[in-house]
C-alpha cells in the first residue's frame, strides 16, 4: 500500500512542479513588456553600439578605455572635399587612429559637444543615458554627461533664417512624425564643434536629419545624415545607432556630471591618458 502511494505521488508531484514553472514562465512573460506605442520616444535610453565616432570610419569599433578592436563592417572613410581634409588634418583627437598627445579636442577644454556629438559620445555606463521627454509641441532630449539638452520642436514650424539667427552649438530643430520614424531636421550650427572624438569636422553650413525609429518596447534605433557642401562632397550617412530602453534609471540621482576645467584634468589623470590639455 505504501509503495503504491509513493508510485502515485510522483505523478502528482510532477504535475505540481510543472504547474508552477508554468505559472513562473507566466508570470515573467507578463512581467516582459511586449506592449508599446511606436511613436512615443520618451524614458531614458542608454547608447550600447559600439560605434563610438559618427559614421564606422577605419578605428571606430572599440572596446572600453580606448582599447582598440577589429573594425566591424562595413568600414568606409569620410567623402571629404578639400577643404575638409585640410579641417580633420588640423584637429588633433585624443583618441582614434590619429591620436594625438596634445589635443585641441574642445571637449578637453569643457566647450560644448554640439549635435551629433551628443548623441555619440563614448561614454561608459552609468553616465550613457540620453532623456527623451514628450510634449504635446516639442520634444526635449537631455544628456546626462556635461548636463546638455535640446529641442525639438513639433509644431509645425519652418527652421530659421540664419542670416537673422546666431548659429549654435546644438543647432535649430524641428521635428515630424512618418509613419513610426521621427524625423529631425536641424541646421544652424557652431562649426567650432566637431562631429565626434576622431575629430570629423564640419562647418556651419551642415544640415543634419535623424531618424528614431522604436523598434521594440526596449530598443531605439538611430540613423542620421548630414550634408555639408563645404567638407563633404555628398550627403554622409551614420551607421545604425541602438539605445536600450534604462527602466531603472528614476530609480536613481541625477549626478549632475558638469565639465569644469578642474573635473576633466582630475579624470586625464586618474584615467592616466597622457593626454595635454591645449
Not at 550613457?128 to 525639438?152: A, G, K
Not at 521621427?182 to 575629430?199: N, T
Amino acid at each position: 500500500m505504501q509503495k503504491k502511494l509513493k508510485s502515485a505521488a510522483f505523478p502528482l508531484l510532477s504535475i505540481i512542479i510543472g504547474l508552477s514553472f508554468s505559472s513562473l514562465a507566466s508570470i515573467a512573460q507578463e512581467a516582459e513588456p511586449t506592449d508599446f506605442n511606436p511613436g512615443d520616444f520618451s524614458g531614458d535610453w542608454d547608447r550600447v553600439t559600439s560605434i563610438v565616432t559618427y559614421s564606422n570610419v577605419p578605428g571606430s569599433s572599440r572596446a572600453p578605455n580606448n582599447r582598440p578592436m577589429e573594425d566591424v563592417g562595413p568600414v568606409a572613410e569620410a567623402p571629404f572635399t578639400a577643404e575638409g581634409l585640410a579641417l580633420i588634418e588640423a584637429n588633433d583627437p585624443g583618441y582614434g587612429p590619429r591620436r594625438q598627445m596634445v589635443r585641441n579636442d574642445p571637449l578637453g577644454r569643457c566647450e560644448p559637444m554640439g549635435i551629433p556629438r551628443n548623441l555619440t559620445a563614448e561614454v561608459l555606463v552609468p553616465h550613457n543615458t540620453l532623456e527623451i521627454v514628450q510634449l504635446p509641441d516639442r520634444i526635449i532630449q537631455f544628456f546626462e554627461y556635461r548636463h546638455d539638452w535640446r529641442e525639438i520642436w513639433m509644431d509645425g514650424r519652418e527652421l530659421p533664417d540664419l542670416d537673422i539667427y546666431d548659429f549654435k552649438w546644438n543647432g535649430y530643430s524641428i521635428g515630424h512624425m512618418d509613419g513610426d520614424t521621427l524625423v529631425v531636421e536641424s541646421v544652424g550650427f557652431d562649426d567650432r564643434s566637431w562631429l565626434d572624438k576622431y575629430g570629423y569636422p564640419h562647418s556651419d553650413q551642415m544640415h543634419l536629419i535623424e531618424r528614431y525609429r522604436r523598434i521594440d518596447a526596449d530598443t531605439l534605433e538611430l540613423t542620421m545624415t548630414l550634408t555639408d557642401p563645404v567638407v563633404y562632397t555628398e550627403p554622409w550617412e551614420s551607421d545604425v545607432k541602438i539605445y536600450k530602453l534604462n527602466r531603472e534609471k528614476r530609480a536613481g540621482w541625477d549626478e549632475q556630471i558638469y565639465c569644469v576645467p578642474a573635473e576633466e584634468m582630475l579624470f586625464q589623470d586618474l584615467m592616466d591618458t597622457g593626454n595635454v590639455i591645449q
